[in-house]
């Protein structure tokens, strides 16, 4: 059983470097976030479609309502930032990236010789 886990595990890790490699740390995120939601419809088919009695299903509940709507705040707040999607046609600009460049450009600047 702990080796179903380790190589579950390795292929979750690998998954996740493909999508860095391939697209971004970003959609890494999305996708992360993604997974709580994957899950929860998973127990939710389980419930309603396979076998109401399993341990593995999950009815809808007073507090599905709340559970949708932080999971869908939470995949378009990262996708809103990381500049995938436009949010009221405002594109974010990708937040702490650009302050950390334009702080490490007046960084440099600063430090190059002022040519006298």
Request: proline share 3%; net charge neutral.
């Given at each position: 059983?702990?080796?179903?886990?380790?190589?579950?595990?390795?292929?979750?890790?690998?998954?996740?470097?493909?999508?860095?490699?391939?697209?971004?740390?970003m959609?890494?995120?999305?996708?992360?976030?993604?997974?709580?939601?994957?899950?929860?419809?998973?127990?939710?088919?389980v419930?309603?479609?396979?076998?109401?009695?399993?341990?593995?299903?999950?009815?809808?509940?007073?507090?599905?309502?709340?559970?949708?709507?932080?999971?869908?705040?939470?995949?378009?707040?990262?996708?809103?930032?990381?500049?995938?999607?436009?949010?009221?046609?405002?594109?974010?600009?990708?937040?702490?990236?650009?302050?950390?460049?334009?702080?490490?450009?007046?960084?440099?600047?600063?430090?190059?010789?002022?040519?006298?």
């Amino acid at each position: 059983m702990r080796l179903a886990q380790v190589g579950v595990a390795a292929l979750g890790n690998m998954g996740s470097l493909a999508v860095t490699v391939h697209l971004s740390g970003m959609h890494r995120k999305i996708l992360d976030a993604m997974r709580s939601g994957i899950l929860w419809s998973f127990g939710l088919v389980v419930y309603y479609l396979v076998d109401p009695s399993s341990p593995y299903g999950e009815e809808i509940s007073s507090s599905s309502a709340a559970e949708l709507i932080g999971l869908a705040a939470l995949v378009l707040g990262q996708m809103t930032y990381g500049g995938v999607m436009t949010a009221g046609g405002v594109a974010s600009s990708g937040g702490h990236n650009v302050a950390c460049r334009a702080a490490s450009e007046t960084s440099t600047a600063a430090r190059m010789p002022s040519g006298e």
